[in-house]
């Protein structure tokens, strides 16, 4: 939970970073009211910080051009939540350089006290995260274009391979970026189609950000056009799913997105409604709890296929062991 004088130190490290930021992303980043950040930037208007108001459309607070905080201080949790981020890259499917990941925790532990760093230090060493083996990874590289290209507005061009095999050169105009379940995608208004499309970024070929810029559709839903795309996009599947431990247990491992968790007298019920009833079987292996599957009866048998994959694969190493020891 942060302390008044954390949400401080963190809304100057905030408009350090960004161009500007309305007063409700703020209160969003820092899990307070709006009226609560008003109050934060007179305290620091009054301490002689020179935060000014940004007026109009996507008006909001920035730092006076060519003012520069001190160099960076982090706390214990700060520096764990930094350091716990990198090492997580693996989770994230991302293809990030090891070299690079390497550098900034080397950065980070430099910085910091002598209690801190050896603590940190032992959690690096001694933390592993594999991350499950599938196909292309999006490029931490491809990730940063993307993203330049959405906050500046500027049309990209690609090579887009669709699911079908079919290989087409698009113009898009780049809204935002999306994580859902074990996919990466970008959603934007693609100029060949004419329309709203979702891509995913294992299936961009090349790349290339343009001089064109655009306007975005200020109406546009990009959770409720995913959902429905996605949803209209595979068959769908109600999913059942009960999970025989407290709802506090299970909450930290479901992510909101993904369906509802509803307290039961035996756990809690997950339910849910996706396409891909193997990426449910995964997940809900990796969750390491034990459940109780309601329905739909494929995704029992989506389990059983996943469950003798595993008695194979143990069945060859057990084979090998025996042969080679």
């Not at 330049?148 to 050169?169: D, K, W």
Request: glycine share 6%; hydrophobic share 40%; proline share 6%.
């Amino acid at each position: 939970m942060y302390n008044p004088t954390t949400r401080l130190l963190t809304i100057l490290e905030l408009l350090q970073a960004h161009p500007s930021l309305s007063g409700d992303a703020l209160a969003r980043r820092l899990e307070v009211e709006p009226r609560s950040v008003r109050r934060y930037i007179t305290m620091l208007q009054d301490m002689g910080m020179p935060i000014e108001a940004v007026r109009g459309p996507g008006g909001g607070y920035q730092l006076r051009p060519g003012f520069k905080l001190p160099p960076l201080m982090f706390s214990e949790a700060e520096a764990a939540a930094i350091v716990l981020g990198l090492l997580g890259t693996t989770w994230l499917e991302i293809d990030q350089s090891v070299v690079a990941v390497q550098g900034a925790l080397a950065k980070v532990l430099r910085v910091l006290p002598m209690r801190a760093r050896e603590r940190l230090g032992a959690m690096s060493a001694h933390l592993v995260l594999a991350a499950e083996e599938q196909g292309e990874k999006p490029s931490a590289a491809l990730l940063l274009d993307l993203s330049e290209a959405i906050q500046l507005r500027r049309r990209v061009a690609m090579h887009y391979r669709s699911n079908r095999g079919e290989l087409t050169q698009r113009t898009v105009e780049p809204y935002s970026l999306a994580g859902w379940w074990r996919h990466w995608y970008l959603v934007g208004y693609c100029c060949l189609r004419r329309g709203y499309r979702l891509f995913r970024l294992d299936r961009i070929q090349s790349l290339e950000l343009l001089a064109d810029t655009f306007q975005r559709a200020d109406d546009f839903d990009l959770e409720v056009y995913m959902q429905a795309l996605l949803s209209a996009s595979t068959p769908q599947y109600q999913i059942r799913v009960e999970f025989l431990a407290p709802l506090p247990t299970v909450q930290p491992k479901v992510p909101p997105a993904y369906g509802t968790l509803t307290e039961t007298a035996n756990g809690a019920l997950f339910q849910s409604e996706y396409g891909d009833l193997a990426d449910v079987a995964r997940f809900l292996v990796s969750r390491n709890l034990p459940y109780v599957v309601h329905g739909p009866p494929e995704l029992r048998a989506e389990l059983r296929r996943l469950a003798a994959q595993i008695m194979q694969s143990i069945g060859e190493a057990s084979s090998t062991n025996a042969h080679t020891g």
